[in-house]
């Protein structure tokens, strides 16, 4: 905030999420030119509740001084740069199934069932086994829908149930430019459902304090200050995991339109790679026996709901050739052995 005389505002946030009480906090400037200053919505001012959950709308009153300022004054300042803490989003939620879950280790077995709870409301959640004869480090990879962010905010929640006392240790890794991987630790009183908040700051496992991006994320079974050693037998299930998404990158290189189909006859068109268009006959598509390098698999250039599948191929990365032997005689009556398609080159190129 910019001001050049000192002065006291009231933000406020309101349109609360899950009816979110509405919260006003009070901040003051001591008019020194631009100020970063922090707001707490936990005063109780204007008569409002300390705020708790989340908020669409953002308000400033501009008049505060102990109360709103009467009668009104002249006052001008300048404010930029609000910024607040990104709401939490699912990034798994097991109403897909397996695809949830990743690969289990050190003797931890999970599933996906229906909610425990009788009369639960909550579809599909992760059933989570552990065993006496396994590791103490045994846990769970969870497939993430999306990376997840920890820099600012370094919490995560999720939902799990259990009908006794317990410990368990998440854990994210899999860090994007080097993230350091942490391991935070969240207590369950044992009472069903419990919707916890889990802290990549405690230095766990003898892990960093997240900071950045990871694309995965962990859950250890077996926790009391420390691994539980020997393992023991245990059961509890986890849903709804929640962090700040965020965005898959968008691949820049793709072009916006697919190619143009070919005007010609399809009698006289031989395919090498087509997943649209009419040009699927047998005699027209060609199968290569023999390829050699790498490609970087379909892309699909269609911004809908629709399919257009394009082969990606960077060759400024490795060469890529196919080939494969044919034999319909040509005009002069001999027969061509061998057709190739070879593209060797230090660009890239989308085919």
Do not use: C
């Amino acid at each position: 905030m910019y001001s050049e005389t000192a002065i006291s505002i009231a933000p406020r946030v309101q349109g609360g999420v899950a009816n979110a009480p509405t919260s006003t906090g009070v901040v003051s400037h001591t008019g020194s030119g631009w100020e970063t200053l922090t707001v707490t919505f936990n005063t109780g001012s204007n008569g409002d509740a300390t705020a708790e959950g989340e908020y669409a709308e953002f308000v400033i009153y501009y008049l505060w001084d102990n109360g709103f300022i009467a009668p009104a004054i002249d006052r001008v300042m300048y404010v930029d740069n609000i910024t607040g803490i990104i709401a939490k989003t699912l990034v798994q939620d097991f109403e897909t199934g397996t695809d949830g879950l990743g690969e289990g280790f050190g003797g931890a077995v999970a599933e996906i069932v229906a909610d425990p709870e009788t009369g639960g409301t909550r579809g599909q959640v992760a059933k989570l086994t552990a065993a006496a004869t396994g590791e103490v480090w045994q846990g769970i990879n969870i497939n993430i829908e999306s990376n997840v962010q920890l820099t600012t905010d370094k919490t995560m929640r999720l939902d799990v149930y259990s009908e006794t006392a317990i410990s368990i240790a998440p854990r994210v890794q899999g860090g994007v430019a080097n993230a350091p991987t942490s391991t935070g630790v969240v207590s369950h009183t044992g009472s069903g459902w419990e919707t916890l908040t889990v802290t990549f700051n405690t230095g766990s496992n003898g892990d960093a304090t997240a900071e950045g991006e990871y694309a995965e994320f962990v859950i250890y079974y077996l926790w009391d200050n420390g691994f539980i050693a020997p393992a023991v037998d245990r059961i509890f299930y986890v849903d709804n995991i929640k962090g700040i998404s965020t965005e898959a990158a968008v691949d820049t290189s793709l072009p916006t339109t697919a190619a143009p189909s070919p005007t010609n006859s399809d009698v006289t068109i031989l395919s090498i790679y087509n997943d649209t268009g009419s040009f699927t006959g047998i005699s027209q598509v060609w199968s290569q026996e023999y390829d050699f390098g790498t490609n970087q698999g379909n892309k699909d250039l269609d911004p809908t709901e629709g399919v257009n599948n394009a082969l990606k191929m960077d060759f400024s990365a490795t060469g890529y050739g196919a080939g494969a032997a044919v034999t319909p005689p040509n005009a002069a009556g001999a027969i061509m052995r061998q057709l190739v398609m070879r593209v060797l080159m230090d660009t890239n190129l989308n085919l």
